[in-house]
């Protein structure tokens, strides 16, 4: 095994005026930050994989939510396929349980600037109502000159039947080689969980 080029990383920050998690409406005003360290890997008889590793830290009325996860990336050709865990902690939120582990497998496919994704997850702490959460997603960029208009549709699934979709718009901004602010506008539907509207902005620093 051997490293074919150097460890890069990026930083986001932002705000929403509401959190909303896989339909579910969890609090207002989300303050977030993230640290995502990433890079590539040469396996023998396997090839070139991308590894991720990061930490996202939100906090809102009500609670607060920090993730912990790292991903292995494939690419396939035609498509891509990653594997990951998360872990993920709540402090104020009374959940069911402080702690939640999940693995997931992902599929990816991109063509003339759209991207179709579908991934499953699966709960291993046994602290989820639901075993299995499966999730589909379709984005498409639009250039607008120097900014990037992507356009997502997305649609998720619990193995206990509760179903949610959205709609959603994020406008990518370049404020310098490095540096990228993104307002975004998202609506969300679902016959039990609820119809939210939201937007935010966020900066994603690269070094």
């Given amino acids: 095994m051997r ?3 150097g460890l890069e990383a990026s930083l986001q920050l932002g705000y929403a005026s509401q959190y909303v998690d ?8 989300l303050f977030h930050l993230g640290f995502e360290p990433y890079g590539a890997i040469e396996v023998e008889g396997v090839g070139e994989l991308e590894v991720t590793a990061g930490l996202w830290q939100g906090s809102f009325t009500g609670g607060r939510e920090l993730n912990l996860y790292g991903e ?8 891509g396929a990653a594997v990951g865990i998360t872990h993920s902690s709540f402090s104020g939120m009374g959940r069911g349980s402080d702690h939640e582990i999940e693995t997931y497998l992902l599929m990816e496919k991109t063509f ?4 179709l994704g579908a991934g499953a ?6 602290s989820l109502p639901n075993e299995v959460y499966l999730e589909f997603m379709a984005d498409y960029a639009i250039p607008l000159g120097s900014l990037t208009l992507d ?10 039947g509760v179903a949610w979709s959205s709609l959603g718009a994020a406008l990518e901004v370049p404020m310098g080689e490095n540096v990228r602010v993104v307002p975004h506008l998202t609506g969300s539907h679902s016959r039990d969980l609820g119809d939210w509207f939201f937007g935010g902005v966020g900066a994603h620093f690269s070094f």
Wanted: hydrophobic fraction near 30%; charge should be negative; include cysteine.
């Fill in 3 to 5: 490293c074919p080029g």
């Fill in 22 to 29: 896989r339909g579910e409406f969890l609090g207002e005003d």
């Fill in 72 to 79: 292995v990336y494939k690419d396939l050709g035609s498509l």
């Fill in 112 to 115: 003339s600037g759209l991207s």
């Fill in 121 to 126: 997850y699966f709960d291993t702490s046994d």
């Fill in 151 to 160: 356009l997502v549709a997305t649609y998720g699934y619990f193995d206990d």
